[in-house]
Nanobody, 126 residues
């Protein structure tokens, strides 16, 4: 397993941008599929984006497609989520997660991912 620590959350106005980072520890980070999820108050945790081990394959939830970009730097053991054109409905705690199985397209379930960070709050004001 890997240990994950997110950072980069904060308060931003509608239309603004934020970049979240997720630092991983563990020698095998580059072999993991990495994902981002979010959970708004009173709602279930939902899938946001996922990246293959190389970063060459990615998949996004429809709600963020075209606005968010997942990327990774395996040399730095870090995965990023660039969030542009933010909306109030993007307000949530954002979590990064690691999955030891190969990347596959489609919305992913939380249960697919075995390692989780502690989350970082993103608040978008209207």
């Amino acid at each position: 397993q890997v240990q994950l620590v997110e950072s980069g959350g904060g308060l931003v106005q509608t239309g603004g941008s934020l970049r979240l980072s997720c630092a991983a520890s563990g020698r095998t980070f580059s072999s993991y599929t990495m994902g981002w999820f979010r959970q708004a108050p009173g709602k279930e945790r939902e899938f946001v984006a996922a990246s293959s081990w190389s970063g060459g394959s990615t998949y996004y939830a429809d709600s963020v497609k075209g606005r968010f970009t997942i990327s990774r730097d395996n040399a730095k053991n870090t995965v990023y989520l660039q969030m542009n054109s933010l909306k109030p409905e993007d307000t949530a705690v954002y979590y990064c997660a690691a999955d030891a199985t190969p990347f596959r397209r489609g919305n992913r379930l939380s249960a697919d991912f075995g390692s989780w960070g502690q989350g970082t709050q993103v608040t978008v004001s209207s």
